[in-house]
């Protein structure tokens, strides 16, 4: 069987080559130390930025009870540990249903346009009128029209709605002509696209607005329980603001942000878990099979049928 080629299937190269050690996102071998160089450039600007709020405290706001130095917010927030609870669990609560509302609702209008794509003009004039409609102004409306939770958790919804209706409109249009092309052939129609196609070629570009959405809602649920509310972070904010504890609104800013971080983070470990294949874009710049040197891309499908060696025959 001398001079017979056998081609290898692409990425065939970086699965054998797992074995031997850890890789990277592109398949390549990640070099000793890399990930913790990697650990020490995420943590250099929260550690920096801590520094530089320390030193500004202490120098430039000096004397003026508005900034509070780090130490004395980490103090406050453990002494008003109880507070955080409850107050939390009600923000959070309102978050995620309007979190659920509004992207359900842009998801399903997403996959209408596609099935109907006439609706589009219309609908993304809706969208933008949502978008460009001001939360402040909104927000006594629903005071008055809806009881309960359902206000903040509306002005929650409509902050994630244009972000996660534009995302999955992207991605469904980021579908494979080729592979749309295939489903006409065999005489499938604009849902065997949908379902077969466009949906998978969605997931990167929709779970991107997904994790923009997640401390949006957060961000809407806080303005509603600004403008009314009997309970939640937002609350508990004017109540410190009133009584001049500067540390306490701090703490409670710092709360909210550590609560938008996770939100984010979890939405993106969500993104890793169910579309491991799209491609990751790092720190540094561009994404992980653009930044691998030439020397390290894997060879076309056609080159490496020429460069192979049959079974058994010398190299």
Do not use: K, Q
């Given at each position: 069987m001398s001079g017979v080629a056998v081609p290898m299937l692409p990425g065939s190269e970086a699965l054998a080559g797992r074995g031997a050690g850890a890789v990277d996102d592109g398949g390549v071998p990640e070099a000793p130390g890399r990930r913790s160089r990697r650990l020490l450039t995420a943590l250099a600007g929260p550690v920096g930025l801590i520094v530089v709020w320390e030193v500004l405290a202490l120098t430039v706001f000096a004397g003026r009870h508005t900034v509070p130095t780090p130490v004395g917010v980490v103090g406050q927030m453990?002494?008003?540990?109880?507070?955080?609870?409850?107050?939390?669990?009600?923000?959070?609560?309102?978050?995620?249903?309007?979190?659920?509302?509004?992207?359900?609702?842009?998801?399903?209008?997403?996959?209408?346009?596609?099935?109907?794509?006439?609706?589009?003009?219309?609908?993304?004039?809706?969208?933008?009128?949502?978008?460009?409609?001001?939360?402040?102004a909104i927000g006594p409306i629903l005071q008055v029209v809806f009881n309960g939770d359902a206000p903040k958790a509306a002005l929650a919804a409509l902050s994630v709605f244009f972000t996660t209706l534009v995302g999955a409109l992207l991605g469904l249009r980021a579908a494979d002509q080729l592979s749309l092309d295939a489903v006409r052939a065999f005489g499938g129609g604009r849902w065997s696209a949908l379902t077969k196609v466009r949906l998978r070629?969605?997931?990167?570009?929709?779970?991107?607005?997904?994790?923009i959405a997640a401390p949006a809602a957060l961000l809407g649920a806080i303005i509603g329980e600004y403008l009314g509310g009997e309970s939640g972070l937002g609350v508990a904010m004017i109540n410190s603001e009133q009584a001049l504890d500067v540390n306490r609104t701090w703490g409670i800013a710092l709360v909210v942000t550590l609560l938008a971080i996770v939100g984010y983070v979890a939405t993106e470990l969500v993104a890793r878990w169910v579309t491991p294949w799209a491609p990751r874009t790092r720190a540094g710049g561009g994404t992980a099979s653009a930044r691998r040197p030439a020397s390290a891309r894997r060879p076309a499908p056609a080159e490496a049928a020429r460069t192979r060696p049959a079974p058994g025959e010398a190299a």
């Open positions: 453990w002494t008003d540990h109880a507070l955080y609870g409850t107050n939390s669990v009600t923000t959070l609560r309102e978050a995620t249903l309007g979190y659920l509302w509004g992207n359900a609702l842009a998801l399903g209008l997403a996959v209408l346009v596609a099935l109907v794509p006439l609706l589009e003009r219309t609908l993304l004039r809706v969208a933008i009128a949502s978008y460009c409609m001001p939360v402040i070629a969605a997931l990167p570009a929709t779970f991107a607005g997904l994790r």
